[in-house]
């Protein structure tokens, strides 16, 4: 079982930065791969960035690539989301989830947390 706690969160002008944490219980977090999705009101939740086991390896969607980068420290159970020249576009609540393999599919993901709102303004 694993219990994911995301925090970081908050408002921030256009331009400036954010980093969130997504903070993990559970025995099993470093066999996870763990990922961050995001959803806007009346949007589906969309995959944003994912980090390999290890975090050797990392995946993100296009609309951040570049402005955007994943980490994760597994002797603290945290991955972290650094997120830089925000967009008021990339205003969500934003979610961390983990699963045994990487996918952008959100069914695939079988643990998630409570969600953080980022909130960017013009």
């Known amino acids: 079982q694993v219990q994911l706690v995301e925090s970081g969160g908050g408002l921030v002008q256009a331009g400036g930065s954010l980093r969130l944490s997504c903070a993990a219980s559970g025995s099993i977090f470093s066999t996870n791969t763990v990922a961050w999705f995001r959803q806007a009101p009346g949007k589906e939740r969309e995959f944003v960035a994912a980090t390999s086991t290890s975090g050797s390896r990392t995946y993100y969607a296009d609309s951040v690539k570049g402005r955007v980068t994943i980490s994760r420290d597994n002797a603290k159970n945290t991955v972290y989301l650094q997120m830089n020249s925000l967009k008021p576009e990339d205003t969500a609540v934003y979610y961390c989830?983990?699963?045994?393999?990487?996918?952008?599919?959100?069914?695939?993901?079988?643990?998630w947390g409570q969600g953080t709102q980022v909130t960017v303004s013009s």
């Open positions: 989830a983990a699963a045994r393999f990487f996918a952008k599919d959100v069914g695939i993901y079988n643990y």
